[in-house]
């Protein structure tokens, strides 16, 4: 699975709006736009992540054998786990361990990957194209996922979009104004500065009907291996409520959370620069 930006997790409410319904009918929603898809999309990673009570099995390689083969056809790569180290302080000293491996199977171009763990379960991509074509892979994956290593209700579900935008000049945040909107700007549209700012990083949370949580990340960030810094807008919706992990209220669900991040994308981008990311209505042109 791809490196994601590293974001501080403390989640504090930074902005809270009150927001009623619109001609579209989103989870939250922070005003109308058009139904359209994006040839251009400033997406980076697309990441769905459904956690469940630990299932030990899956901490050795057999655990994991029929799922594998369920999948084979459509995600024939097998990668090596992914481990990673915990490190912890104790009174006796630094003491680090391992955490369960995260077993992971991909398609042919690496494009889409699957991640199973030992309590978890996730499907990312670098090639989103819409939200039926991504929670259509997902159910599948959760069918197999259901009929082989049977898991009980989620824990947590969670929708997370990465869109980074490059710095038109890479010396210049301000030049970022016409693309973001000012409120999501901050400092960033300062000009007299007497060096160009190297960092900067502002939260949002948004709670929804008590039950579901959108958190917003944004700033300056490097992405991959680009040396420059990109503007960032890291959008994770989720909840804690239990869901069947084979059922069609989890798909709704995700559909819903789609939606808000989508509607948020298009409040804290200006019109003129969506309009050059080559908007198009669903299934056709604009």
């Known amino acids: 699975m791809s490196s994601l930006p590293n974001w501080p997790t403390e989640r504090t409410i930074e902005g809270l709006l009150s927001l009623g319904l619109g001609a579209i009918d989103v989870a939250l929603n922070f005003g109308t736009h058009e139904d359209v898809v994006y040839d251009r999309a400033p997406l980076v990673t697309v990441l769905c992540q459904l956690k469940f009570t630990p299932v030990l099995s899956l901490f050795t390689r057999a655990g994991v054998t029929?799922?594998?083969?369920?999948?084979?056809?459509?995600y024939p790569r097998f990668l090596a786990p992914r481990r990673d180290a915990n490190i912890a302080m104790t009174p006796e000293g630094i003491e680090v361990g391992a955490s369960a491996p995260v077993w992971r199977m991909a398609d042919q171009s690496e494009e889409w990957t699957v991640g199973l763990s030992v309590d978890f379960v996730?499907?990312?991509?670098?090639?989103?194209?819409?939200?039926?074509?991504?929670?259509?892979?997902?159910?599948?994956?959760?069918?197999?996922?259901?009929?082989?290593?049977?898991?009980?209700?989620?824990?947590?579900?969670?929708?997370?979009?990465?869109?980074?935008?490059?710095?038109?000049d890479t010396l210049q945040t301000q030049s970022l104004q016409g693309i973001v909107r000012e409120e999501m700007l901050g400092p960033l549209c300062v000009a007299a500065f007497?060096?160009?700012?190297?960092?900067?990083?502002?939260h949002l949370q948004f709670i929804e009907d008590d039950t579901n949580v959108l958190m917003i990340n944004y700033g300056l960030k490097k992405i991959r291996e680009d040396p420059n810094l990109s503007y960032v807008l890291d959008c994770d919706y989720f909840t804690e409520r239990p869901f069947k992990i084979d059922g069609g209220d989890v798909m709704e669900v995700l559909e819903h959370f789609s939606s808000g991040m989508t509607s948020f994308f298009h409040w804290a981008l200006e019109p003129e620069y969506l309009s050059t990311l080559g908007p198009r209505t669903r299934g056709g042109a604009l």
Not at 66 to 74: K, N
Not at 194 to 202: D, H, K, R
């Open 194 to 202: 007497p060096t160009p700012i190297a960092n900067f990083e502002g």
């Open 66 to 74: 029929g799922f594998q083969a369920g999948l084979r056809d459509e």
């Open 122 to 168: 996730s499907l990312e991509t670098s090639q989103y194209k819409d939200s039926h074509d991504f929670l259509g892979r997902l159910q599948h994956v959760l069918h197999v996922l259901h009929g082989t290593v049977r898991p009980s209700d989620s824990t947590r579900v969670g929708l997370r979009k990465i869109s980074a935008i490059p710095l038109p």
